[in-house]
C-alpha cells in the first residue's frame, strides 16, 4: 500500500455548485422553518441593527408568501440612535409585524435598576429581557449572535438552551450533531436561537449587497460630533456624554454596529455605499467589537459573563 | 506567507466545513493558530488580547491556544473541554473549522465535530507515529462518513525531516483507513510551529510534491455529482398564507437532504404512501425547475393530498423501505447511560417519535475496533449498536447512503436531554461495499 496524495481538481462549475452565502442562507432559512415547526411561542430580537435586519430579511424568505410567523422584540437601552428607532417602526410597519418593546428607562425609572457609574447601559439590558421573555413566555428567541464576534460566542450552540433565570451554562450545553436541533425543553425555560452561527461579519455585509436590503443611515459614513473616551469615538448626546475634559469634534465616521449610545464606538470612515464598505471591512485589521464595543473590553471573559447571566 | 488582499479576500465563493482532531501534545491548536495566522484571520485587537494574556500568565510568547480556548474554564486549565467553531477565509475559498478537543474523554465532542465535516484533519507527532489515538480519530472519521481525511505528521523538523520516518506513518495509516471503508487519505508532512507545510511549501522537504495543508483545503472538492443520488426533501413546515393574494398557496417547505427534484417529477409522501407529482418549486420566493441538495426549498404538489411536518417526499420508485425497528451505530454523548428497555424520543429530520431501547448487542473498543457483546448499558463516549423500536414507522436510509437521512438522535423524554447521535445501516464502510456503491446505478434496488 502506498500512501495516495491525490491532486484535486476544484469543481466550481460543478451544476450543484452552491456559492457560500447560498450555503449560509439555506442554513439559516432551515433553522427558522425548525422554530417554526417545532415552538409555540418564538420571537426576533429585533434592534434595528444590521445582524437582526438580515434575520428579519431571512425569515421572510423563509415563509414566502405568507407573512413571517413570528413577533419582534426590541430591548430598548432609552439611548438608541434616532435613525435607527426610525428604521424600527418603519420595518415593523412596512411587513405589518408584530413588536414587544422591553425599555430599560422604564426598570431605571421604577427603581429596579440602576444606571451604572460607567453610564454602559448594555449590561442593564439583561434583566428587561429575561423579564420579557417570561411574561409573554417566549419559548425561542432568536439572536442575531454570530460565532465570529466574539471567542465565548464561538462555543455557543445554533439552539442554546437557558433555563427558567435565562441563564447560559458552557459546560452543560447538548452536543448539536448534523442538523439535527434539539429544542426540547421543560416548562419556563427557553431555547435562544442564532441561524447567522456560522456567518462573518463579512459574509453579513456581501449578503445585505447581494439582496439590496436597505440599512440605517448610520452605518455610512457621515459628519457628526462626536467625543473621545477610552480610544473611541461617542456620539455626543443628552444620553451623557461628554464629560468635562472631553472634547467634542465633527468627525467623517460610520458605525460597524448598532447598539447602545454610551459604549458603542464609530470609526473614522469614507465609506458611503455599500460597496465601499464591504471594501473598508475586508481590509480591516480590527474585528467588529474589538473597534466598537467598549463593554467586551470590561474583562477578558465580560461576554462569557454577560451570557452566562442571560444576556444575548 | 500568504498575503490575502482585500480584493482576494472577496473572491472566494464556495465553503468547506471540515473539522481538527489530535491528541493533547501533538500541535493542533499551533496548526489552528498558524492556519488563523497564517491567512489573516487573526485580527490585530485578537492578537493584542492574546499577547496581554500570554504577559500576565508570565509567557514570553504569545500563545496561540489562547485564541481558541473561549471558555475562563478552558484558560485556566490550559485545556479544550468543548467544540469551538472558528472561521476564515482564502483568496479561493470560506472555511468553517470545527475546532475539536482530543482528550479520549470527549469522544462525543469529536463525532460533533465530524457530524457536518466534509474533511477531518487528523494530526500524529511524527516522533510517536500512529498511536491509539490516531486509530481512534480514523474511526470516528470512518463511522461518521467524512468524505476526505488528511493525516497531517506534524513535528517533522524534530526527526530531521527525514522522508522515511513520514512514509512509513502515512503508509501505516492509510493501510488502516482504507481497511475502515475512508474513502481518501491525503498525508502531508508538517511542522506546525515552523511552518512547514501549512501555508508554505517546505523549504527542507523537496522529497515532497503533494499540496500544503492549505492548498488542500482550497481544492478538495465540495460538491459532489448529485445525479446518482436518492432524492429526499424531509418537509419542515407546510407554508399556507391564506391571503387574498393567495388563497390556495399550499407549499411543503424543507432543505433537500438528498439528491436533486425536479418540476414534473412525480413523488411520494412517507409514510403514508401517497403520490402527487411536482407542479413547482420555490427557490426562497423565487419559481425554480430544479433544486437541489442543501437548498431551502418549498415544493408544491399537483394533488390537495394530506401532508405535514416529519413527512418525507421522495421520487416515486426511489422510496426508502419504512419500519419501526431501526439497527443502528450509537455514539453516547450524555452523562446519564443508556439501557436496555430504556424509553427515549427519536429525532430523525424533522419527525420525533417515542422509541424504546430493545437491544445493545455490542459495544465497540475503538482502539482495535473489537466488538464486546451485551455492554448492558452505553455510557458517555461509548460507540456500540443498538436496536430500538419505534412507535410510529420511518423512512431510514442507510447513513453510508446519505448523512442526513441516515442519521438520528436519541433524546430523553424526561429533561429533553440529547442522549446519543445514531447511524443506520453498516458501520463501517469495506472497501469492497465502497467500490460496490460507487459502481452501483442510481435506481438499482434500496435494500438495507
Known sequence: MTTTIKAVE????????????????????????????????????????????????????????????????HVDTGHNFPEVIEYRDRT?????????????????????????????????????????????????????????????????????????????????????????????????????????????????????????????????????????????????????????????EKRLIRYRTVGDMSCTGAVDSDATTLDAVIAEIAASRLTERGATRADDKLSEAAMEDRKREGYF | MSSTTAAEHLSATTLLRFATAGSVDDGKSTLVGRLLHDSKSVLADQLEAVEHASRSRGQEAPDLALLTDGLRAEREQGITIDVAYRYFATARRRFILADTPGHVQYTRNMV???????????????????????????????????????????????????????????????????????????????????????VEPSATMDWYGGPTVLEHLETVPVSHDLTGCHARLPVQYVIRPQTAEHPDYRGYAGQIAAGTFRVGQEVTVLPSGRTSRISGIDLLGTPVD????????????????????????????????????????????????????????????????????????????????????????????????VKVRTAEPLALDAYADSRRTGSFLLIDPADGTTLAAGMAGESFATEKSAEKSAATPADDGWDF
Open chain 1, 10 to 73: 476544484e469543481q466550481q462549475d460543478s451544476p450543484f455548485a452552491l456559492s457560500h452565502l447560498d450555503a449560509l442562507e439555506s442554513e439559516a432559512v432551515h433553522i427558522f422553518r425548525e422554530v417554526a415547526g417545532e415552538f409555540e411561542r418564538p420571537v426576533i430580537l429585533f434592534s434595528g441593527g444590521k445582524d437582526s435586519i438580515v434575520m428579519l430579511h431571512l425569515a421572510l424568505k423563509a415563509f414566502a408568501p405568507a407573512p413571517v410567523p413570528f413577533t419582534l422584540l
Open chain 1, 92 to 248: 415593523v410597519a412596512r411587513h405589518n409585524l408584530r413588536l414587544h418593546v422591553a425599555s430599560v428607562q422604564d426598570y431605571i425609572d421604577r427603581g429596579v435598576l440602576r444606571e451604572r457609574p460607567d453610564g454602559t447601559r448594555n449590561p442593564l439590558q439583561t434583566v428587561p429581557l429575561t423579564e420579557a421573555i417570561q411574561q409573554h413566555r417566549f419559548d425561542a428567541v432568536f439572536g442575531g449572535g454570530r460565532r465570529d464576534e466574539e471567542k465565548a460566542r464561538a462555543k455557543e450552540r445554533v439552539f442554546s438552551l437557558r433555563d427558567e433565570f435565562s441563564q447560559w451554562d458552557p459546560r452543560r450545553q447538548r452536543p448539536e450533531l448534523w442538523q439535527l436541533y434539539n429544542g426540547r425543553h421543560a416548562p419556563g425555560e427557553h431555547v435562544r436561537v442564532f441561524p447567522l452561527s456560522n456567518w462573518t461579519e463579512l459574509d453579513v455585509w456581501q449578503y445585505i449587497a447581494r439582496e439590496g436590503i436597505e440599512l440605517p443611515e448610520i452605518y455610512f459614513a457621515h459628519e457628526r460630533e462626536v467625543f473621545a473616551r477610552n480610544g473611541m469615538w461617542l456620539t455626543a448626546g443628552e444620553w451623557g456624554g461628554p464629560k468635562e475634559g472631553e472634547t467634542v
Open chain 2, 112 to 198: 460533533t465535530g465530524a457530524s457536518t465535516a466534509e474533511l477531518t484533519v487528523i494530526l500524529v507527532d511524527a516522533r510517536n507515529g500512529v498511536v491509539e489515538q490516531t486509530r481512534r480519530h480514523a474511526a470516528i472519521a470512518a463511522l461518521l462518513r467524512v468524505p476526505h481525511v488528511v493525516l497531517a505528521v506534524n513535528k517533522m523538523d524534530l526527526v530531521a525531516y527525514e522522508e522515511s520516518v513520514f512514509a512509513r506513518i502515512a503508509e501505516e495509516f492509510t493501510a488502516y483507513a482504507t481497511e475502515l471503508g475512508v474513502p481518501e487519505v491525503t498525508a502531508i508532512p508538517i511542522s506546525a510551529l515552523a511552518g512547514d507545510n501549512v
Open chain 2, 290 to 385: 430544479v433544486a437541489w441538495t442543501p437548498q431551502s426549498v418549498t415544493l408544491l404538489l399537483e394533488d390537495d393530498i394530506d401532508i405535514s411536518r416529519g413527512d418525507l417526499i421522495v421520487p416515486s420508485g426511489d422510496a426508502p423501505a419504512t419500519s419501526q425497528d431501526v439497527e443502528a451505530t450509537v455514539c453516547h454523548v450524555a452523562d446519564q447511560p443508556l439501557t436496555v428497555g430504556q424509553r427515549v424520543l427519536l429525532k430523525h429530520t424533522t419527525r420525533t417519535v417515542k422509541a424504546i431501547v430493545k437491544d445493545i448487542p455490542s459495544r465497540l473498543t475503538l482502539d482495535d475496533l473489537s466488538q464486546h457483546p451485551d455492554p448492558g448499558q452505553l455510557v458517555a463516549n461509548d460507540i456500540g449498536t
